[in-house]
């Protein structure tokens, strides 16, 4: 049986409230203990949301306890930990600089991306499509009010790739402001997962600083835009966009941690939406 986001979310509360062995953990879902225990290594692989201490290993009486880790690796750095104190406590994209995460990652494992233009943005190198459809199980977005949904990128509607991704089965999950500027975006999204019959992507409501992407464990993309208008006369020339691209597993799992750490108290779209229209 497939390991679906329910069971793991199922599997993650049980463990949450108190640490379980495998065997626990197998009778509360119903199945074997090796299937229990693959279900727990691939929530810990994907997630970092569990982990797991053996106890008397390699010996007939060991004992496999799985506990919530959650807090745990994501404050284990202290470079990090300052990084997703600002991600948390920050509102708007500029409380935040994509260059603050990216200036730490090893040279060989990154590039950026930039884009200039004067009045209005036309992507010349940035391929989103192409980007969004490198995903094999799932593509993380941190987003403001989704609006990217809209644009067209290199001719294809980035709209029809979220569609076309859902309906191979990756699983797309985005945090973004749920509100009145926002609803349009929203029920445009909420349609993809009519049509399928399932929630192939998930929404939650909550105010956070970064703009970007996480396909699978393979590559994250974060934007980071710069205005004239914002600058005093003469300090930049033209308005830029930068998308930095980062390869490396170690942030790739470090910013995944962050997304679900965001994500999991943040508001489903449906409630906050049927709240607001009340």
Sequence with gaps: MVLTHEL???IVNFVKKEPRTVQDIAHFIGKSWVTADSYVEKIKQETGMLNVKVFRGKTRGALKVVYWSYEERIENDELQKELYEQIKQGKRKDDIE?????????KKK???LVEKYKVKYVPQIRDLPGFLRQAETEV???SGNVSWINRTDKGVRNFDVIKELAERGVQIRIICRVDLASIKNIDRINKINLELGREAIEIRHKRQPL???IVDNKVISIKEEKKVEKYKPGELEYNQITYYEIFDTAWIDWLKQVFWNLFRYAIPAKKRIDELME
């Excluded at 994509?98 to 090893?106: C, G, L, P, R, S």
């Design 140 to 142: 993380i977005c941190f």
């Design 110 to 112: 990154k590039r950026k």
């Design 8 to 10: 793991s979310k199922k």
């Design 211 to 213: 703009r970007g992407f």
């Design 98 to 106: 994509a260059f603050d995460i990216y200036q730490f990652v090893d």
